[in-house]
């Protein structure tokens, strides 16, 4: 599903120039669930918005569903996250104006489902999330944990083929945590490829492969032992 | 995914009560502006429009000796239609003001005097009677209906009689509809123009008005080429002067001066401060729709992630823009319909707002309010649909930072239009304080004008005899002018020159005592005098006459007009003969004892006002009972002479004020959300013990450098603009430079307390509170 050659990200300010990300080779395939962890600055995030498509790299190859997609434009990569990629971020990014409801509907409004495809999609994402029942709240009047929820929510709803973690766990306490974390085993379950950036080893262990980066390098790849076969 | 735009626009007006207040307010101020000038330029260019044969109407002008005006000969037109097929119809039209009785009620009326012509050539339309007939009975008349009001109430005036100043009874053949407001020609009742006799219409005395109609397709350039001629021709009065007759259309006699700019320089000036105000509200909608893009930061992140196209945003951003500038609008036509009859004082016109009658104002409601979207949510759209999703997300709090050049470009724009519409508006009040102050050369206060009519003018000795005698009555005179407006114009002939040397001048027939009733001084010779049986051939010359003649010692000197010779007996002092936008003319005075003159003014005593009145008015009681005493105070006369510029002055002030609001109005909302935006800032530096004032000035600083360089860009541009204005005065004041500072300084501190508010609350904020806010 996911294969980069040589990946390279440099930012370029007035006097420095950082690498990001320096010859990342990766492969991801379909229904995997890939945990990326490494310290603060290594490249995770800029990894992880590459490969959902929100970012360009500088240098080397990306295919995504066997297309390579690294010079397309902003135009042709926003139709491909529309109907493939679902994100889930650490500050859940959700719209205050927006009630529960509204923000999950958003993806859906935007690859132009009817209003009644989009209602019921919607309740039952809602439902399986276990926040029904907070439809028509803002997310200001939302716990942390629930926030989450509808961002993931959020992501699914459009029954993306992947769906991009970035620490979403991160602005939550260990309870919550764990909830999320559930809910993406679940997803991995029913057959989504999940990759999440993950500063916590113990989250790391719901994947299936845990890959270590530093200073913009895969120094390590392994595989949980329950998966292996 | 509409329905979700406008929940998100309304929901986040909601939630940013003040900016959505400002930018609403603003919008709707800046748009009810633009609609009450809209009206205002609708009404002043319909003038004259309203005639079925607009296009083929022409009012006859001449000019003489290259100056231009609107009355022409009396003769001309028969002329005109006699020589020219292509003119089909034509009319003279000339007012009189008349007292018109019937039975106890008598009224002073306009009575036009036209020809049979006049009713078939403009849509003045009769409701009862036939246009063909009606005027064609010499001594018949037709009124407006409002006129007949005044006479018949509840009976039928057809077949009845008005008697018109006190000579004549004119059988009523007509009631026609009442003229529009927006008709240059004004009357109240038409009478046929041969009732003032056929021997005056064969005359070349330029003392009507004339208008002509055309065949269809003519060749206008040709046909003005032929007629310009016309009067060189057949005035036989006239051997080697140049005298032109051309033709003006009928829609551009309001707007179009003979020889200036005339009314249509206001519209100009409206049409920008209209534009100006709109864009002062659309600036204030950009600066703090960028200013809080931060807010909206994750909301286009997402959007984008989710999979928004850019498409998508700009139409979600200008979709929302538009929706403020409709909402606005309604608030808009809501504050025209409430400020409309104030306006309607102000400019002193009648003007209507019926969106559902006017179909062109629709069009430019719906215009104004798509264009102001379109305008105030231009650069937002474009600005908030480039971010780039990661972006937005990581810095959702600094992406604001992105535009600062381009909102203190707008800001110093809205402050350079500040300090130039102030500095007009102290430069124009100037002026017209110039103007009531100034030394006109002769004294007009505390003399009354009353109006020359047949009974005075058979008793005009006895009654001047009976009012000089009482102590409250300093002088009497008579002339065909005040001193405030001589405008006719004679050529004139003077010593030491041929037959072919004439020049033109402005010429009064003038009684005994004018110059002493005026308080005007001779600097030579002597005035017009009963002890010198020949004065009535000779000459009084003001100093530019003088001066213009060449003539090193004037007195005993040959004079003439029309080469009526005489000498001439004084010269009078230099002074205003026109108003203060002309400079100082040539003017001759001749005496004439036949009494034909237009008015009578009497100088009373200012300390004993009420009984001089009274005197007047039971001499004029004896002496011209058939008429109602009426008269007016010079003064007034002379206020009118500028009631145009005084009234234009006073809606540019208001306009001013308004701009100046606008600008306020945004700047405050800027200065609330720069104070918001540096709380963390301000919260630390005074943990580490900056004081309030020091943070005060911190925030006020950048505002004052923009009001600072706005006064740099507007000073140059005001100067230039209002030299030019000013040149519009013969006499005027001079511009100097503490106008400069003083609009400077006073869109400084305006700015400042504006400002200020919001950068003394951030100050004296705890510290703590500050610092949480993050």
Redesign the interface.
């Known amino acids: 599903m996911i294969k980069t050659e040589n990946l390279k990200k440099i930012y370029t300010t007035e006097e420095v120039e950082t690498t990001a990300l320096n010859n990342v080779n990766l492969d991801i395939k379909a229904g995997e669930y890939v945990a990326i962890m490494g310290p603060s600055g290594c490249g995770k995030s800029t990894l992880l918005n590459v490969l959902g498509l929100i970012d360009k790299p500088t240098d080397g190859k990306y295919y995504f569903l066997e297309t390579e997609v690294s010079a397309f434009s902003e135009r042709r990569r926003a139709n491909l996250r529309k109907s493939n990629i679902g994100f889930v971020f650490q500050s859940f990014n959700l719209i205050d104006e927006l009630t529960v409801f509204e923000n999950v509907e958003l993806p859906l409004l935007y690859l132009g489902f009817s209003s009644s495809d989009r209602k019921k999609r919607v309740n039952d994402v809602l439902e399986q999330m276990e926040i029904m029942a907070r439809n028509n709240h803002f997310p200001q009047q939302l716990s942390g944990g629930q926030q989450q929820r509808v961002a993931v929510a959020r992501a699914v709803v459009a029954r993306p083929k992947l769906i991009l973690a970035d620490e979403p766990t991160g602005n939550l306490d260990s309870a919550h945590g764990e909830e999320v974390m559930k809910i993406l085993g679940e997803l991995h379950e029913a057959g989504t490829t999940i990759v999440m950036v993950t500063h916590s080893p113990s989250y790391a262990e719901y994947a299936n492969r845990t890959v270590h980066l530093f200073d913009g390098h895969i120094v390590s790849e392994n595989i949980q032992e329950e998966f292996m076969i | 995914?509409l329905k979700?735009y406008l929940?998100?626009a309304f929901?986040?007006i909601k939630?940013y009560k003040l900016y959505s207040f400002i930018n609403i307010s603003g919008l709707a101020v800046g748009m009810a502006c633009c609609i009450l000038i809209f009206l205002w330029i609708q009404d002043e260019i319909s003038y004259d429009r309203f005639h079925q044969h607009k296009d083929r109407l022409y009012r006859v002008v001449s000019s003489l000796e290259g100056e231009w005006t609107s009355t022409s000969p009396w003769a001309i037109n028969d002329v005109l239609k006699k020589d020219f097929p292509e003119v089909i119809r034509s009319t003279r039209f000339r007012t009189f003001h008349f007292l018109t009785d019937r039975q106890e009620k008598s009224h002073y009326e306009d009575v036009g005097f036209v020809d049979l012509d006049f009713l078939h050539m403009f849509s003045f339309p009769l409701l009862r009677g036939d246009p063909e007939t009606a005027l064609s009975s010499r001594e018949s008349v037709v009124i407006t209906k409002e006129a007949a009001q005044r006479y018949f109430k509840n009976e039928d005036p057809l077949g009845k009689f008005l008697t018109v100043n006190n000579s004549i009874d004119l059988k009523v053949t007509g009631i026609l509809k009442d003229v529009p407001s927006n008709s240059t020609l004004q009357f109240d009742m038409l009478a046929p123009v041969k009732l003032l006799g056929e021997e005056k219409l064969r005359t070349w005395a330029l003392e009507t008005s004339a208008y002509v109609m055309l065949e269809k397709n003519v060749s206008l350039q040709e046909l003005r080429f032929k007629i310009s001629g016309t009067t060189m021709k057949y005035d036989k009065r006239i051997e080697n002067q140049t005298v032109v007759n051309d033709l003006q259309p009928i829609s551009r006699m309001h707007l179009h001066g003979l020889n200036d700019a005339g009314g249509i320089l206001y519209i100009y000036i409206f049409s920008g401060i209209a534009v100006i105000i709109l864009l002062i509200a659309c600036i204030n909608f950009i600066n703090l729709t960028t200013a809080k893009s931060g807010k909206r930061a994750?909301?286009v992140?997402?959007?984008?992630?989710?999979?928004?196209?850019?498409s998508?945003l700009i139409k979600q951003f200008f979709g929302e823009a538009v929706f403020i500038s409709l909402v606005a609008f309604l608030l808009a036509i809501l504050l025209v319909s409430l400020f409309l009859p104030s306006f309607n004082q102000l400019t002193q016109k009648q003007l209507t707002f019926d969106p559902v009658e006017n179909s062109t104002l629709i069009l430019i409601l719906l215009g104004t309010a798509l264009f102001t979207g379109i305008v105030s949510g231009s650069y937002p759209a474009l600005l908030f649909s480039s971010f780039?999703?990661?972006q937005a997300?990581r810095e959702s709090g600094s992406l604001s930072f992105k535009s600062p050049v381009l909102r203190r470009v707008l800001v110093i724009f809205q402050f350079t239009v500040a300090v130039g519409l102030i500095f007009s508006a102290i430069v124009l009040q100037k002026q017209m304080t110039f103007i009531r102050n100034k030394d006109l050369g002769f004294d007009r206060s505390h003399v009354l004008r009353l109006p020359m009519n047949k009974d005075v003018q058979g008793h005009y000795q006895a009654f001047k005899q009976s009012l000089v005698k009482n102590a409250d009555i300093l002088n009497v005179t008579s002339a065909t002018n005040t001193p405030l407006s001589i405008g006719n114009i004679n050529p004139v002939y003077w010593e030491g020159r041929g037959p072919d040397q004439y020049e033109v001048m402005n010429f009064a027939a003038v009684d005994y005592d004018y110059f002493e009733t005026f308080q005007m001084d001779l600097t030579k010779g002597r005035t017009f005098s009963r002890d010198f049986a020949t004065d009535e051939k000779n000459y009084i010359i003001n100093e530019a006459a003088v001066r213009f003649t060449g003539l090193g010692s004037p007195i005993g000197k040959l004079f003439s007009i029309w080469k009526r010779e005489g000498r001439i007996i004084g010269v009078v002092k230099d002074f205003h003969s026109r108003s203060l936008h002309d400079e100082i003319k040539p003017v001759v005075f001749t005496l004439t004892t036949n009494w034909s003159h237009n008015y009578i003014f009497v100088r009373i005593n200012p300390e004993r006002i009420q009984p001089a009145l009274q005197t007047v008015q039971s001499s004029w009681k004896q002496f011209a009972s058939g008429y109602p005493f009426e008269y007016v105070f010079l003064d007034d006369v002379f206020e009118r002479q500028y009631q145009t510029d005084q009234r234009m002055g006073l809606i540019i002030n208001d306009f001013t004020l308004l701009a100046i609001f606008l600008s306020c109005l945004g700047l405050f909302g800027l200065a609330s959300y720069m104070a918001e935006r540096r709380t963390k800032e301000i919260g630390i530096r005074k943990v580490l013990g900056a004081s309030v004032s020091s943070v005060a000035l911190m925030l006020s600083k950048d505002f004052t450098r923009w009001v600072l360089i706005a006064n740099a860009i507007a000073w140059p541009v005001a100067w230039y603009v209002m030299s030019r204005w000013m040149q519009n005065y013969a006499y005027r004041i001079r511009i100097s430079w503490w106008m400069f500072f003083l609009a400077g300084g006073l869109a400084l501190i305006i700015a400042l307390l504006t400002v200020g508010y919001q950068s003394v609350k951030a100050a004296t904020a705890n510290p703590g509170d500050s610092l949480r806010y993050e």
Request: glycine share 8%.
């Open positions: 995914m979700n929940k998100t929901r986040n939630k994750v909301e992140g997402m959007r984008k992630v989710i999979g928004a196209q850019r998508h780039s999703p990661i997300l």
